[in-house]
């Protein structure tokens, strides 16, 4: 038999293929096997942990950056919306979606009223009235007229008979008892708003005169109101209206008129929005910062991928302008009071530092799309597989074994077809051989 190998001059062959050694090596080989295959398994336990983890703090941070990135279909730069600046005053809402910013400087001068007559308070337990009432509310060139039989009744039982037959007779008012202490009053007033509203009471002249019905406690009135568009400089536009629910800019604009005084209406993005958004966006980056940092022994991939997603120097002073600072870790740090007032002056400049195409959110959105495309075992390999250089042949060496694991991981990362995975492969065998 043609010997192919020199065995005197190859220690390794002998090692291997001399019986006593094989038998030797054979054991040392399934005793390993089965210890690295105990130490692989608590290994891969915890990483599969730490993949989740990783996986999931980068896909949070690339959902708030979309959020700020205008390149993103639903990023909030789109999202324009109606508010109002005071909505003690005004509240407003639209019911289309705004494409352009307005701004509406409102001037409430009158709200609209309802007419209200409030009687005089009366002991609730007292019998007030000798004679039987009749009591006639006109309103709207129609009057009805509501009997009323005292005998043995209370001023509280008169009270809730005469609200029960107005609040049943559907006639463009209604009414309500309000109680005080021992002490009871009746109030009846128009069901809408406006100076067309009015109605009028008349009746027995002992009720009238002891109650004082007839009075007027709020008199009807139509809301007055003044609108400038985009412009101090216009004249106002002066509107009345018989409801407190109007139209500020045809049927682009509506709004509730809640109290007198002048406030601003605005269609555009929402400036608490843009905070909020940014709060999340900081929140989730320092987050993967603190993450990737505390994670940073697993793995040389790990650092890599923490210094991709780090924001650049050079958005620094561009940060700073607005009320956001680095720390020496690389993570944000947040002046709230100055981001609001950066937000309200001049919301263009926030846009453009976070989300232009050039901006902080499309960058680092970029940068986590990428770290999440990471094979797993690019990200933890250094840790799991040895880089010790050993003897292919030593079969007794725990790191050899790590190094055929890691030609695995080669091989996995190549694909079937990658030319790394001939020499891979070639050598995997000599597992076998």
Known sequence: MVERINKSNNNNYNKIYSTNSYKTNYFNLT???????????????????FINSYSSTLNKLKGF?????????????????TFSLNEQIVKSESFF?????????????????????????????????????ELTISFKDKSTT?????????????????????????????????????????????????ENEKFEITGSQQFMETTNLSKKSQASQNAEFSVIKNSDNKSATLHHSSTNNVDIDSYNVTATLNNEGKTKIITGVDDKKVINSINEF??????????????????????????????????????????????????????????KTSVSKNIEE?????????????????????????????????????????????????DSFF??????GIYNSNGQFGMMNYNSIGLLLNLII
């Open 282 to 339: 900081v929140n989730s980056y320092n987050n993967t910062i603190k993450f990737l940092s505390k994670n940073i022994d697993k793995g040389t991939g790990i650092k890599k991928q923490l210094n991709n997603i780090k924001i650049s120097e050079h958005f620094c002073k561009e940060l700073k302008s607005i009320g956001l600072s680095m720390d020496n870790m690389g993570c944000i740090i947040i002046d709230n009071n100055k981001l």
């Open 146 to 194: 509501f009997k009323i039989d005292v005998s043995n009744k209370t001023n509280k039982q008169i009270f809730k008979e005469i609200d029960s037959k107005i609040n049943k007779s559907n006639i463009g008012v209604f009414s309500s008892i309000v109680n005080i202490y021992n002490k009871i009053c009746l109030k009846i007033a128009s069901d809408k708003t406006g």
């Open 350 to 398: 926030i846009k453009s530092i976070f989300g232009s195409t050039s901006g902080i959110s499309n960058t680092v959105n970029t940068n986590v799309s990428k770290s999440l495309k990471e094979p797993s075992i690019n990200l933890i390999n250094s840790t799991l597989f040895s880089n010790k250089a050993t003897d292919p042949y030593d079969l007794a060496s725990n």
């Open 403 to 408: 190094n055929k694991l890691k030609l695995m």
């Open 31 to 49: 005793k390993n096997y089965y210890n690295i295959n105990d130490t692989y398994t608590l290994y891969n336990k915890s990483n599969a942990s």
């Open 65 to 81: 950056s979309n959020k700020l990135n205008s390149e993103s279909l639903n990023n909030l730069w789109n999202d324009y919306s």
């Open 97 to 133: 979606k705004q494409n352009e910013k307005s701004i509406y400087n409102i001037s409430v001068n009158k709200i609209a009223k309802q007419q209200i007559n409030t009687s005089n308070l009366l002991n609730s337990n007292e019998t007030t009235f000798e004679d039987n009432i």
